[in-house]
């Protein structure tokens, strides 16, 4: 936590649920990449790890910024626009996951 913010305040409950919430996200990164390199053996199976991996790494970052604060009139929202290309790479690559298991499940009709 920033020590220059004046009004700033975790307790040690908070700062418990966010470390839990950080290695949650980690955990589900490592899983990801663990399905890229040893679980996909197709071309779309990697495009949705890919995906996958990436909206990990935009939440992660995102969650390095997060502080429990006690609110003040003063005090900014955070900005959720950290790492928002990790975002829209991983929502294309999931989008274009989506629409070849359609296509393959079309197919399959």
């Known amino acids: 936590m920033n020590k220059k913010y004046e009004f700033g305040h975790q ?31 197709t071309l779309q199976e990697k495009i949705g790890a890919i995906g996958n991996i990436l909206i990990w790494i935009w939440l992660y970052t995102n969650l390095m910024r997060a502080k429990i604060e006690i609110q003040e009139l003063f005090v900014p929202p955070i900005v959720q626009k950290n790492g928002v290309e990790f975002l829209l790479f991983g929502a294309i690559f999931s989008t274009i996951d989506m629409f070849w298991t359609i296509w393959n499940i079309i197919q399959l009709s």
């Open 11 to 41: 307790s040690t409950k908070q700062k418990v649920i966010l470390i839990g919430v950080r290695v949650f996200i980690l955990l589900l990164l490592a899983q990801a990449i663990y399905n890229l390199g040893w679980q996909a053996e």
